[in-house]
Each structure stands twice: as structure tokens, then as C-alpha cells.
């Protein structure tokens, strides 16, 4: 089993709120993502980090941050939740020798109301 | 950012028939992954394809890796209920997804 986590697991919120969801893995991966994923679609890169103080864009990051101050941390801030926000939150890591197997969290369920 | 598409979207299949989901990338790939999630669950790795060319089996599962690394398919043979999901390719260095194929198999 896989040991990367993800809080919450659900999350309801109003407009405009400033939101934080948080993940950690303990295995030590170099490389971490995270992802956008309405039911049964597909998976939105939002943002990824190769390593401690990295962090680059993917296609669906203009509204949220990451930061990558510790290898095992990778928060994901909205600074304003919007109802278009309201979705599945998915974080990965990998070990980030090479294109290496990814394992996911069990994800965020964030509604904005 | 990188164009990974698979086909078909949807395939609804009755058990024991077969099933194929096809990956085309854009660009050139330094390897494939494939993935499944199964309804309310999140993406489990099933393996990584390399070389070009390359075929492996896991059961009743084929995987395939394009000659110019630019397409893959996943074979799946008699299906059964528990393949039910939705499968991913990924590939390229920042991660992307391909668009998914949800399987459904009916009893």
C-alpha cells in the first residue's frame, strides 16, 4: 500500500474562502503532482515539483499555488474557492529517477457552495 | 501542454468479450505508463512500457508500445466484472494523463 495522504478527505466551503489541502508522502519521491479530476473524467495536471523549492505549472494551475519546502510536503492553496473549483483533487508522487511508477492518494472531494 | 488522447471514451462490452484502448501522444514518448481507477477509487498503476515495440502480458491483459513511441494499446481478453474502470495512459516527463476509457462490463 501506498503511503501518500491526502486531508481532507472532504471538504465543503463558501466563495471566497482561502483553502489549503494538504499532502504527504513517506517514501521519500523526489517528484510530486497534483491533479484535477471531475467523476469519471480525466486527470487535469494543475502542478508539479521535481524537488524541494520546485514547483512548475501545468494547464490548470492560474488559480492555486504549491509550494515544496520539505521533500515529503506538497500543499495545494486556492487563495479564493470559487463554485468552478468544486471537484476531485488527486496528489501523486514518484521516485523521480527516470519516468518511474506514480502512487496517488486517496484525494480530496472539495465542493465550493 | 502535451496532447495525450485515447479512444474509444466509453466502450460497454458483455462479459467475456474483449476490450481495447488506444493511446496516441502528440509527441515522442520515453515511456508509457497505464493506469486503472475503479469507480470512487483513484489511479493504480499497471505497468510501464520502454523500448518501442514492446509487448508484456500481465494475464489477461496486453500492452503494446508504438514502433515510434508515440502510441500505445491495452488488450484486454475476456473480460470479466472486476475490469470495470477507467483506464489511463500517462507519459512524458511532466506526468500528463491521457483522456481515459471507461470500461463498463455487463453481466
Known amino acids: 500500500e501506498a503511503d501518500i495522504y491526502q486531508t481532507p478527505r472532504y471538504l465543503v466551503i463558501g466563495t471566497g474562502k482561502k483553502i489549503t489541502l494538504e499532502c504527504s508522502q513517506t517514501?521519500?519521491?523526489?517528484?510530486m503532482y497534483w491533479y484535477q479530476q471531475d467523476p469519471g473524467m480525466e486527470l487535469h495536471l494543475i502542478h508539479y515539483s521535481y524537488g524541494v523549492n520546485s514547483t512548475e505549472k501545468g494547464d490548470l494551475s492560474s488559480e492555486s499555488t504549491v509550494s515544496r519546502i520539505r521533500t515529503e510536503h506538497f500543499p495545494l492553496t486556492l487563495e479564493s474557492a470559487r463554485p468552478s473549483h468544486t471537484s476531485q483533487y488527486l496528489c501523486a508522487s514518484s521516485l523521480g529517477q527516470g519516468d518511474t511508477e506514480a502512487f496517488f492518494g486517496q484525494g480530496t472531494r472539495l465542493t465550493v457552495v | 501542454g502535451q496532447q495525450v488522447m485515447q479512444i474509444p471514451q466509453y466502450q460497454h462490452v458483455q462479459e467475456g468479450e474483449d476490450f481495447t484502448t488506444y493511446c496516441n501522444s502528440s509527441?515522442?514518448?520515453?515511456?508509457i505508463q497505464w493506469y486503472k481507477q475503479r469507480p470512487g477509487g483513484h489511479p493504480v498503476f499497471l505497468i510501464q512500457?520502454?523500448?518501442?515495440?514492446e509487448v508484456k502480458k500481465q494475464k489477461r491483459l496486453t500492452f503494446q508500445f508504438g514502433e515510434a513511441k508515440k502510441n500505445s494499446s491495452l488488450h484486454i481478453t475476456a473480460t470479466q466484472t472486476t475490469d470495470v474502470g477507467t483506464y489511463f495512459c500517462a507519459g512524458g516527463n511532466q506526468f500528463y494523463f491521457g483522456t481515459g476509457t471507461s470500461l463498463t462490463v455487463i453481466p
Open positions: 512500457l520502454v523500448k518501442s515495440g
Open positions: 517514501m521519500g519521491h523526489d517528484k
Open positions: 509527441t515522442t514518448l520515453s515511456n
